[in-house]
C-alpha cells in the first residue's frame, strides 16, 4: 500500500481545501514551524498558488488536485504523500462549502452537494488515511473542521450548519472509535468563529422561491467576513490550542465559547432555539 521513505523531521502535513482562506492559514503556519505539506483542493491552481509560496520561502509542499467527494481521489492523495514526503503526521480534513436560502427553497443538486463535500468529504479522507497512519506506527494526529455552526442553530444556512453539527459528531465518535482500537491517533475538532475566507462569497444560493432570503444571509456573512480574522492567526491559535492537548480548537475562544455554553444551556434547560435577528458583531480578542 505505502512505501517508506524518510521521516520529515517536522512532520508530514495533509491537508483537504488548503488553497485557500482557513486550510491555507493550516498550511501556511504548518510550513513556518517546519511542516513538509500536501495540498489537497479541487481548485489546483489554488493549491498551487500556495504550495509554490512555501517552496519558495525554503520549505517542503506538494499540491494535488482533488475532489474530497470521490474517496479514490483522496486514496491516491494518500498515496502520493506518503512516497513524495513521508508519514503524514497530521491530516486535517478542512475542504467544506456553505449554502444560502430557506430550506424547502435549496436546490436538490446543492443539497447533495453540500453533503458530499462536508460530511462525506471527512469520511473519506478518514478511510483514506487511517489505515495508513495506523501502519505507519507513528505518532499521528487528525483533525477535522466543524464550525461555531457545528454547537448554534441559524435561519436560512440549515444545510451548512446540519453539516457542522455532523462533522463534530463524528469527530467526537472518531475519537472514541480511536481510543477503541488502541490507535495512536490524537484527533480534535477545529471549531472557527469567523476566519477571512471565500467560503460566502463562493456558496451556494437559491434559483426558485424566496432568493432574497437567500442573498440577504450571504450579505450579512459577507459584513461579517469584514471583521473576521485572518487565517494564520487562526492556524497559530489552534496549533497552539492542539499542543495544549485540547480537543475542541477555537479560532476566537471567547465568541465560540460563548455559543458552546449557550448550547449547553439551551439542552440542559430543553428550551427551544430562538431567532437571532440582530447584526452578528466579531467581538475583537
Ligand atoms: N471561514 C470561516 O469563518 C469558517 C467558520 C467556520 C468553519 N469554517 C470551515 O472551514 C473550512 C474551510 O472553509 P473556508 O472558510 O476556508 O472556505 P474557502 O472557500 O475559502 O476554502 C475552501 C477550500 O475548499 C476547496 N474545496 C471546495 N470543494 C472541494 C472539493 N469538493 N474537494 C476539494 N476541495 C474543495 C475550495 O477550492 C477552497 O480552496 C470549511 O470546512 C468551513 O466550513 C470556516
Not at 71 to 96: C, H, K, M, W
Not at 238 to 243: G, L
Amino acid at each position: 500500500m505505502t512505501k517508506a521513505t524518510p521521516r520529515n523531521a517536522g512532520g508530514v502535513l495533509a491537508i483537504t481545501g488548503g488553497g485557500s482562506g482557513v486550510g491555507e492559514g493550516l498550511a501556511r503556519y504548518a510550513a513556518s514551524i517546519g511542516m513538509a505539506v500536501a495540498i489537497a483542493d479541487i481548485d489546483l491552481v489554488a493549491a498551487e498558488s500556495v504550495a509554490s509560496d512555501i517552496r519558495a520561502e525554503g520549505g517542503n509542499a506538494l499540491a494535488v488536485q482533488v475532489d474530497v467527494r470521490d474517496l479514490s481521489q483522496l486514496e491516491g492523495f494518500a498515496d502520493r504523500v506518503y512516497t513524495e514526503l513521508g508519514p503524514v503526521s497530521l491530516l486535517i480534513n478542512n475542504a467544506g462549502v456553505e449554502q444560502f436560502g430557506l430550506l424547502w427553497d435549496t436546490p436538490e443538486d446543492n443539497w447533495q452537494r453540500l453533503i458530499d463535500i462536508n460530511i462525506t468529504g471527512v469520511f473519506n479522507g478518514i478511510k483514506a488515511f487511517v489505515p495508513r497512519m495506523s501502519a505507519s506506527h507513528e505518532k499521528t494526529a487528525i483533525w477535522n473542521l466543524s464550525s461555531m455552526g457545528g454547537v448554534s442553530a441559524a435561519a436560512r444556512q440549515a444545510p451548512y450548519i446540519m453539516s457542522k453539527h455532523a462533522v463534530l459528531a463524528l469527530t467526537e465518535c472518531l475519537k472514541l472509535d480511536v481510543e477503541t482500537a488502541g490507535l495512536d491517533i490524537t484527533v480534535a475538532a477545529v471549531l472557527p468563529g469567523a476566519v477571512a475566507s471565500n467560503i460566502f462569497a463562493n456558496a451556494g444560493g437559491v434559483k426558485d422561491g424566496d432568493v432574497a432570503a437567500g442573498e440577504a444571509e450571504r450579505a450579512a456573512m459577507l459584513r461579517v467576513r469584514e471583521q473576521a480574522m485572518s487565517p494564520i492567526e487562526a492556524a497559530r491559535r489552534v496549533f497552539e490550542q492542539a499542543a495544549n492537548g485540547d480537543f475542541y480548537l477555537l479560532t476566537q475562544p471567547q465568541l465560540i465559547g460563548a455559543a458552546m455554553n449557550g448550547r449547553a444551556e439551551q439542552l440542559r434547560t430543553r428550551s427551544a432555539p430562538q431567532l437571532f435577528s440582530g447584526e452578528f458583531h466579531v467581538p475583537a480578542e
